[in-house]
């Protein structure tokens, strides 16, 4: 099963994918969370994408496709994958269709969690995360059980550099711009599936294994 993830920034997809790659034994695939980790270790592919991140700008087309074809090739992709935050441009979608189609095999769900603007920087100025493992919490939804200590390992959490209210409102921009004209174009594939993201978290996965099945 392929199943791509769209919506705003903080609508809540990396927090459903991780429940749908656990329910369905397939990877979260997360191009913000392969970029994080390359920051954190320092390599150039992530100096090159904090600049942009940093300004809560795209990393340029070239440099996700190339990231993301070759994660494909890991040997847990073979049952399908659960999409989290790419594609995010049209000629992103455009080269994943494409690579796709040589091997005979397409997207087979583009689940849209969608969440106002007005909800959005609220979510935000609250998420933390672990600097270790990458877990995500909210500070009144999804609270840690210790404050500021990750549930799983134990690690610190952080709230995201590109989190600030000022960089948020530039993501949402960049968002309405280049990322929400993919819900048109995966509408015409006929595979959009709108979920109401205002939701609790629980009931949104509820409406979205309702789609997906057992
Ligand atoms: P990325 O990491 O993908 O960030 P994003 O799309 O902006 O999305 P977020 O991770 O901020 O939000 P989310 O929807 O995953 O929400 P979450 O589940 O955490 O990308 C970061 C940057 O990397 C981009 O700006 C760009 O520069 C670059 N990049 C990445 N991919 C790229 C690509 N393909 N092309 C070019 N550049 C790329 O939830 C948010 C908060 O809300 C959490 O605290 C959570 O606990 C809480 N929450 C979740 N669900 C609910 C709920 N139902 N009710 C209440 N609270 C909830
Ligand atoms: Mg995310």
């Given at each position: 099963m392929k199943?791509?993830?769209l ?8 927090t459903?994918?991780?429940m ?16 994080r ?8 592919l ?21 990231l ?10 073979v ?29 087979d769900?583009?689940i849209n969690v ?10 935000m ?10 877990a ?8 840690p059980k ?6 799983h ?8 550099d ?5 960089t ?41 294994t309702a789609?997906?099945?057992?």
């Open positions: 199943i791509i993830m919506g705003a920034p903080g609508a809540g997809k990396g459903q994918a991780k749908i790659a656990s329910k369905y034994g397939i990877p979260h695939i997360s191009t913000g969370d392969i970029f980790a390359n920051i954190k270790n320092g390599t150039e992530g100096n090159k994408a904090k600049t942009y991140m940093d300004k809560g700008e795209l990393v340029p087309d070239e440099l996700v496709v190339d993301i074809m070759d994660r494909f090739k890991a040997d847990d992709c049952k399908g994958y659960v999409l989290d935050g790419f594609p995010r441009t049209i000629p992103q979608a455009e080269a994943l269709d494409r690579a796709l189609a040589a091997n005979g095999e397409k997207v769900f583009a969608d969440v106002p603007d007005e909800n959005i920087v609220n979510r100025s609250g998420r933390r995360a672990c600097v270790n493992c990458g995500t919490y909210h500070i009144v939804f999804n609270a210790t404050a500021d200590k990750c549930d390992c134990g690690a610190d959490l952080i709230l995201r590109d989190d600030k209210p000022e948020v409102l530039n993501r949402l921009d960049v968002y309405h711009k280049q990322t929400q004209p993919l819900i048109d174009y995966y509408d015409k594939a006929g595979i959009v599936r709108n979920i109401d993201g205002t939701q609790d978290m629980d009931k949104v996965f509820a409406d979205i789609i997906l099945g057992d």
